[in-house]
C-alpha cells in the first residue's frame, strides 16, 4: 500500500506495507533492556484468593498484571515532564504522529574513561539535511543491544554543545539508542535534556526524546518517514513505537 505525501513544497513516497519497527518490547524476562538499578518488569496473571487470571489456571481469559518502569525497560518517549517540577505529560504534549526522519550512525569516542558523541561527529554526517526528528544508531549495534543491562556501565551520552546544535537544527524528535542522552551519573546535571528542550530558555514543550530503540543493521542511513505515538498514559515518559518508512523514488 502505497501513499504520496505532500510536505512543505515536496512530495515523498512511502510504502505502508513495509514498516521498519525500531522499538525494543517490554518482556517479562530476566533479560529485558533495562538501566537506572531496577528489577525486570513483570507481566503475570492477576492474582486474588480465589482467582489466578490466566486460562492455563482455570480462568475464562488471560488478566494479566504489569508492572513496568518506562526510563528503564524499553523504548519510551519522554517529553520536558521528565526534568521539570511541572511534571508535564508527553501524552499531552506529542500530538502528531508523522515525521520527516534522519537516521545517522555515529561511533562514540573516548575522552577522560567516557564515551561521547560529539557536534563535529553529528555535523560529519548530518550533512545538510534538516530533519524534525533525528534517529541516532551508535555503533557498535550488536543484537545484545536489545537485552543490555545498562546499570552502573556508565553508557555513551551526547555533549551539550552537541544537543545545542540539534536543537538550532530544527529537530523536535530526537531517537536514540542509548538509555539516556546524559552521563548515567551526572549528580542530576542532565545538560543534553536541558539543551534539547531548552530548558532554561524558551522550554520547547513538544519536543520528545526517546530512548532504547534499536535500529537493525538492515535500515541504512538515510531519510525516513517517522511515526511516533506512545501508550497513552499521562506521564512524563510513556513506552512508544517508533516506525520508520522508507522513501522510495517517485
Ligand atoms: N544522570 C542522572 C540520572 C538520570 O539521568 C536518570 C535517572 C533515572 C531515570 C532516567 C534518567 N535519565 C534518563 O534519561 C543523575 O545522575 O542524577
Known amino acids: 500500500m502505497k501513499t504520496t505525501i505532500t510536505h512543505n513544497t515536496n512530495q515523498y513516497q512511502i510504502d505502508l506495507s513495509k514498516p521498519l519497527d525500531i522499538s525494543i518490547p517490554i518482556t517479562n524476562k530476566d533479560d529485558n533492556v533495562n538501566a537506572w538499578y531496577v528489577k525486570a518488569p513483570t507481566?503475570?496473571?492477576?492474582?486474588?484468593?480465589?482467582?489466578?487470571?490466566?486460562?492455563?489456571?482455570?480462568?475464562?481469559?488471560?488478566?494479566?498484571?504489569?508492572?513496568?518502569?518506562?526510563?528503564?525497560?524499553?523504548?519510551?518517549?519522554?517529553?520536558?515532564?521528565?526534568?521539570?517540577?511541572?511534571?508535564?505529560s508527553v501524552n499531552q504534549?506529542?500530538?502528531?504522529?508523522?515525521?520527516?526522519?534522519?537516521?545517522?550512525?555515529?561511533?562514540p569516542s573516548e575522552e577522560n574513561g567516557d564515551l561521547i558523541?560529539?557536534?563535529?561527529?553529528?555535523?560529519?554526517?548530518?550533512?545538510?539535511?534538516?530533519?524534525?526528528?533525528?534517529?541516532?544508531?551508535?555503533?557498535?549495534?550488536?543484537?545484545?543491544?536489545?537485552?543490555?543491562?545498562?546499570?552502573h556501565t556508565n553508557p555513551p551520552y551526547i555533549l551539550e554543545d552537541a544537543m545545542?546544535?540539534?536543537?538550532?537544527?530544527?529537530?523536535?524528535?530526537?531517537?536514540?539508542?542509548?538509555?539516556?542522552v546524559d552521563k548515567e551519573k551526572d549528580d542530576g546535571k542532565l545538560l543534553a535534556h536541558k539543551a534539547f528542550?531548552?530548558?532554561?530558555?524558551?522550554?520547547?514543550?513538544?519536543?520528545?526524546?526517546?530512548?532504547?530503540?534499536?535500529v537493525s543493521d538492515?535500515?541504512?542511513?538515510?531519510?525516513y518517514f517517522l511515526n511516533l505515538q506512545v501508550a497513552p498514559f499521562e506521564n512524563d515518559a510513556s513506552p512508544s513505537r517508533p516506525v520508520l518508512y522508507k522513501i522510495e523514488q517517485l
Open 43 to 88: 507481566i503475570e496473571p492477576h492474582r486474588e484468593a480465589n482467582f489466578t487470571g490466566s486460562i492455563a489456571a482455570g480462568s475464562s481469559t488471560n488478566f494479566y498484571d504489569i508492572s513496568f518502569n518506562p526510563h528503564s525497560h524499553g523504548t519510551h518517549t519522554e517529553c520536558v515532564g521528565h526534568i521539570s517540577a511541572e511534571h508535564q
Open 93 to 107: 504534549n506529542l500530538q502528531q504522529f508523522f515525521f520527516l526522519a534522519e537516521v545517522i550512525t555515529v561511533t
Open 117 to 151: 558523541i560529539t557536534k563535529k561527529q553529528l555535523q560529519n554526517v548530518i550533512g545538510n539535511h534538516t530533519p524534525s526528528a533525528l534517529v541516532i544508531r551508535t555503533l557498535p549495534n550488536t543484537t545484545s543491544k536489545v537485552n543490555r543491562q545498562y546499570s
Open 164 to 180: 545545542v546544535f540539534i536543537r538550532e537544527l530544527g529537530v523536535e524528535h530526537l531517537l536514540i539508542d542509548l538509555p539516556s
Open 197 to 214: 528542550w531548552n530548558f532554561n530558555g524558551d522550554v520547547r514543550l513538544d519536543a520528545t526524546i526517546t530512548e532504547f530503540i534499536y
Open 218 to 223: 538492515a535500515i541504512v542511513d538515510g531519510s
